[in-house]
């Protein structure tokens, strides 16, 4: 590689920085940049608002308005410097880069296929594979996500699972509104598939209070809340939005339990965040969570409201699951592993 020419990932996503998606650039970044004598240059592709983010060790490339918003077949004209694109979500719109230059590509989920029907899921689907067939290497966050995309998607290239890696901060903020009573914690932005909704009726047959944090301003947000109303639940639910890493890591250290009735995971930052803290986590089936959840969580089979509260109450005082074990496992999740595998991916292409 010559030094004119460079390694770019897509940082874009630090736009949204408190998504798993947004997570996983910003924590990647950090990781590559701690890398000791990276053999190459790196540089990040970012909206100029966000340049803040992206760590000293790593160039960043502030995205022109006009880069961001040129046609396709422009798009090329833009990045004749870049040898090897990380395109680090398959919903990344940059990716018509020149034929010779490399695309790596990670795929963090087929959530459309549960959340979309009939030709909305073939639309997506036929846009996901041409995004497959322009990659030259293609990596999951999961096993669940590998099969899934080996199952709808065509591609005789091997196809590279890399686990996420665990970062939270050591500072603990208190949030200016908090629960005074025992209580539930989960976070996420509120899409139907993160199935939040299923927590009300369960929490009626429990003695505590349920926080959920995360973008609540959506159609979803809006059905959780109506929801929660006519429940007569509104004095037991609380609703911060979107919070800081120190707010997160208090209301982490001090819940009772956390719970996560997603639908539709790629991977499930959240659960193994929990595990750090040491605490009992709940999960349904589905998606990733029994793959990163292991013998270390409890899983509700589905979401009838007392069974759910009885595994809850169950868990609580259960012994077995120590919470020794659960920060161990949760750090063997490594950031630090995580980016050396890319770098090998980047090397390699």
């Not at 990670?106 to 959340?115: K, P, S």
């Not at 159609?219 to 979107?242: D, S």
């Not at 890493?245 to 959240?270: I, R």
């Not at 919470?323 to 770098?343: L, P, V």
Request: charged letters at 20%; one cysteine or more; hydrophobic letters at 40%.
């Amino acid at each position: 590689m010559s030094f004119s020419e460079h390694i770019m990932v897509d940082a874009s996503s630090l736009r949204y920085r408190y998504t798993g998606i947004g997570q996983f650039c910003y924590h990647l970044l950090q990781g590559l940049a701690r890398l000791e004598n990276p053999p190459v240059s790196l540089q990040a592709y970012v909206h100029p608002r966000f340049v803040q983010n992206v760590p000293e060790n790593i160039k960043p490339r502030p995205a022109a308005f006009i880069e961001r918003h040129a046609p396709n077949f422009l798009q090329p004209c833009f990045f004749k410097d870049v040898k090897i694109w990380h395109a680090t979500s398959e919903n990344g719109r940059l990716t018509n880069i020149r034929k010779k230059a490399k695309l790596i590509l990670t795929i963090h989920g087929l959530h459309f296929l549960d959340e979309d029907t009939g030709r909305i899921i073939s639309k997506r689907l036929k846009k996901m594979q041409a995004l497959v067939n322009r990659a030259d290497v293609i990596a999951t966050v999961s096993d669940f996500t590998r099969n899934l995309a080996q199952e709808h998607l065509h591609t005789n290239k091997p196809i590279h699972r890399i686990y996420n890696g665990l970062s939270l901060s050591a500072h603990s903020e208190t949030p200016a509104q908090y629960p005074r009573r025992r209580f539930l914690f989960s976070i996420g932005t509120f899409f139907p598939r993160k199935n939040f909704v299923s927590l009300l009726p369960m929490l009626q047959c429990l003695d505590f209070d349920l926080v959920i944090a995360g973008s609540n301003q959506n159609p979803a947000g809006e059905i959780f809340k109506n929801t929660m109303r006519r429940l007569g639940l509104q004095n037991r639910v609380h609703l911060p939005g979107e919070i800081s890493e120190s707010e997160k890591n208090w209301y982490y250290k001090n819940c009772e339990a956390f719970v996560f009735p997603s639908l539709s995971e790629g991977f499930g930052f959240p659960v193994i965040e929990a595990f750090h803290f040491g605490k009992p986590v709940f999960l349904s089936r589905c998606g990733s969570l029994p793959e990163i959840g292991k013998d270390f969580a409890f899983y509700w089979p589905d979401f009838e409201p007392r069974q759910m509260a009885e595994i809850v109450t169950e868990g609580l005082q259960n012994p077995i699951r120590q919470t020794s074990s659960r920060i161990a496992y949760a750090h063997t999740f490594s950031w630090e592993e995580a980016a050396k595998k890319y770098m090998n991916l980047y090397l390699g292409a």
